[in-house]
């Protein structure tokens, strides 16, 4: 479980911190954050596995767990910090996850 807040207080980092002041929508500022920063950790959690050997398919399978696990970290860390855990907030992480899952699968590596 610290782990997972450790995940979700560098995500806030990245992201520039959390928008939650009582409201979740499904467009705003803060999901577009969700989903890029989805978008690169998925990518870079695939390059890494990649370059350490595994083969695509391991690859993107711990890609998505990795960037999962952030996700669900960032909004245990919100709902500790701000008292809301934002399901339309991983949805825009499975996005730019699956976003970025068809960007690496169509590249020739």
Do not use: C, P
């Not at 782990?3 to 939650?20: D, Q």
């Not at 050997?53 to 952030?70: D, E, I, M, P, Q």
């Not at 709902?79 to 949805?91: A, E, N, T």
């Amino acid at each position: 479980m610290r782990h997972l807040l450790g995940l979700g207080a560098l995500w806030g980092a990245l992201a520039g911190g959390g928008e939650h002041h009582g409201s979740d929508r499904w467009i705003g500022v803060d999901k577009v954050q969700h989903f890029a920063v989805s978008f690169l950790i998925q990518s870079a959690a695939y390059e890494t596995l990649r370059a350490t050997g595994h083969g695509r398919r391991s690859s993107t399978g711990g890609a998505w767990l990795t960037t999962l696990s952030a996700g669900v970290g960032k909004e245990l860390y919100d709902r500790h910090s701000y008292g809301l855990f934002s399901v339309k907030d991983l949805s825009w992480d499975v996005g730019g996850m699956a976003a970025a899952s068809v960007a690496l699968n169509n590249s020739r590596r």
